[in-house]
């Protein structure tokens, strides 16, 4: 089989020298050492989670006497997750559609259509990147309290339908867009809506990847909002409920790392699945042209 040429920025010529093979062989190593730091957390405590409290407590050694998975099946039915994983769920699922929509409506008008004042409102959505999150947690809840939309999902939504960093990644986009096509869609005669879902989100598949993915790993994380909103039992989301779970007095160390588990698996999936688009936007969103 033919072996492919190099096509980065060492080329197969530059390997011929001591010191391109030196510099590229501790380019290796440097990043073996950055996987392994960022890793070990995560092995450690899915390790972890199979030992019982007393190997949990006494053993040194990394890992487990034995990879029996009926621990985890305990901390499971004492966790009672199942019912929290919908919660998770629906919230998780009302945030992608809000965080699609809205801010992609924003985009659209700031990247598209650009009305007039258009500039100003580009710059505060810049500037409330410059804004902390949590300083908003006071207002945006007593605002919640006003409505009377406590105990709903709702606010959860729509709290990702109005995100800046989602904002600015649809306006570079839908800058790139061939405004052609845009052209052409007026001429048929379509409204600025029918060419927002007809045309501009057809076009803009690999940002609404990248957008969604963003929003369901930070819906699924997200703890303060939930507590605060979500007060009833029934409704609490995995990361409430891991952490109610967490002040019980029956718990220990060790059923706490299994519970941990049960809440990584998701992400760590959403990950795998669609790392490719993650990677191929961090490299195009650093091109112009």
């Avoid at 405004?179 to 005669?189: F, H, L, P």
């Avoid at 929003?215 to 952490?243: E, H, K």
Wanted: with cysteine; charged share 10%.
């Amino acid at each position: 089989m033919k072996k492919l040429p190099r096509t980065g920025v060492i080329r197969d010529y530059d390997m011929h020298s001591v010191s391109v093979k030196i510099g590229y062989a501790f380019i290796y190593i440097l990043c073996a050492v950055m996987v392994i730091f960022a890793l070990f957390p995560l092995v450690w405590v899915v390790l972890a989670g199979f030992k019982d409290l007393k190997e949990f407590m006494s053993s040194t050694s990394i890992l487990p006497n034995s990879f029996s998975l009926s621990l985890f099946l305990k901390t499971w039915d004492q966790l009672g997750i199942a019912r929290n994983y919908l919660n998770s769920l629906i919230s998780v699922a009302g945030s992608v559609v809000c965080a699609l929509v809205f801010n992609g409506l924003l985009g659209y008008g700031l990247a598209i259509l650009k009305p007039k004042g258009y500039g100003f409102v580009k710059k505060l959505v810049m500037l409330s990147l410059l804004m902390p999150t949590t300083i908003s947690i006071v207002p945006l809840f007593m605002n919640i309290q006003r409505l009377g939309m406590g105990n709903s999902f709702l606010p959860l939504w729509l709290s990702y339908g109005a995100n800046a960093m989602y904002v600015v990644l649809f306006v570079q986009f839908f800058e790139s867009l061939p405004g052609s096509m845009i052209e052409a869609s007026r001429i048929d005669g379509c409204t600025p809506l029918q060419t927002f879902f007809r045309i501009v989100m057809p076009l803009s598949r690999p940002i609404c990847a990248v957008v969604t993915i963003f929003a369901i790993n930070a819906s699924w994380s997200d703890f303060l909002l939930p507590y605060l909103v979500l007060r009833g039992g029934s409704m609490q989301t995995v990361m409430v409920r891991l952490f109610v779970f967490s002040t019980e007095q029956t718990v220990n160390a060790d059923a706490m790392m299994r519970s941990v588990v049960f809440s990584m698996i998701p992400p760590i999936i959403l990950f795998v699945l669609f790392q490719k688009q993650l990677t191929e936007n961090s490299v195009s969103s650093g091109i112009k042209g």
